[in-house]
């Protein structure tokens, strides 16, 4: 199975900063890497796809990139509404696999 | 506007059954793919089952294999997600997913617990 390790598992930052979230495949998973952001009580919404492309109603600031096989989301100017967990998945293949999550909270 | 609504979840003892569903609008449910996954409390995000449009192949995480099962129903626009032998490690809050994973549902919690 292909192994996503995501780090920091918590981020503490202030609103303004620039920051990266960052995961590593196991594999090769090629560009199937998605980024995700939840906030409490409520369900996952995508952010990033296809490593690098920002989903509908994503604010500009957030960007995914990619370097060989390490995958990072970076939020370039953190603003309030941008504290919650983050989370990658890889879906090149079954089982589909997440990273462990990172907090993104107030420092 | 694409919905997806699970339903079926609740408090059951542990070696019991249950039968979640997820009903979808807004778009060609025959077409897609769906996923269910799961969230332990204060836990992560865990993928547990996909099923192709046409229910022609079906994947599983290896926590689940052999134990759940899931299928789809496309004259009802509605997916399912069949829990046997469960465990007190299963409970959790149980999304359904568009492939693509663009629209998840609002979630359903199962517990399972004596």
């Known amino acids: 199975d292909i192994q996503m390790t995501q780090a920091p598992s918590s981020l503490p930052a202030s609103l303004g900063d620039r920051v990266t979230i960052t995961c590593r495949a196991s594999?090769?998973?090629?560009?199937?890497l998605r980024w995700f952001q939840q906030k409490p009580g409520k369900s996952p919404r995508r952010m990033i796809y296809g490593a690098t492309n920002l989903a509908a109603g994503v604010p500009s600031r957030f960007s995914g990139s990619r370097s060989g096989s390490d995958y990072s989301l970076t939020i370039s100017s953190l603003e309030s509404e941008d504290m919650a967990d983050y989370y990658c998945?890889?879906?090149?293949?079954?089982?589909?696999?997440f990273g462990s999550g990172t907090k993104l909270e107030i420092k | 506007e694409v919905q997806l609504v699970e339903s079926g979840g609740g408090l059951v003892q542990p070696g019991s059954s249950l039968k979640l569903s997820c009903v979808a609008s807004g778009f060609t449910f025959s077409s897609y793919n769906m996923h269910w996954i799961r969230q332990a409390p204060k836990k992560g995000l865990e993928w547990i089952a996909l099923?192709?449009?046409?229910?022609?192949?079906?994947y599983y995480a290896d926590s689940v294999k052999g134990r759940f099962t899931i299928s789809r129903d496309n004259s009802k626009n509605t997916l399912y997600l069949e829990m046997n032998s469960l465990r007190s490690e299963d409970t959790a809050m149980y999304y359904c997913?568009?492939?693509?994973?663009?629209?998840w549902g609002q979630g359903v919690m199962v517990t399972v617990s004596s």
């Open positions: 998945l890889q879906s090149k293949e079954s089982p589909f696999t």
């Open positions: 997913a568009k492939t693509g994973f663009d629209y």
């Open positions: 099923i192709y449009y046409d229910s022609s192949n079906k």
């Open positions: 594999q090769d998973i090629g560009n199937y």
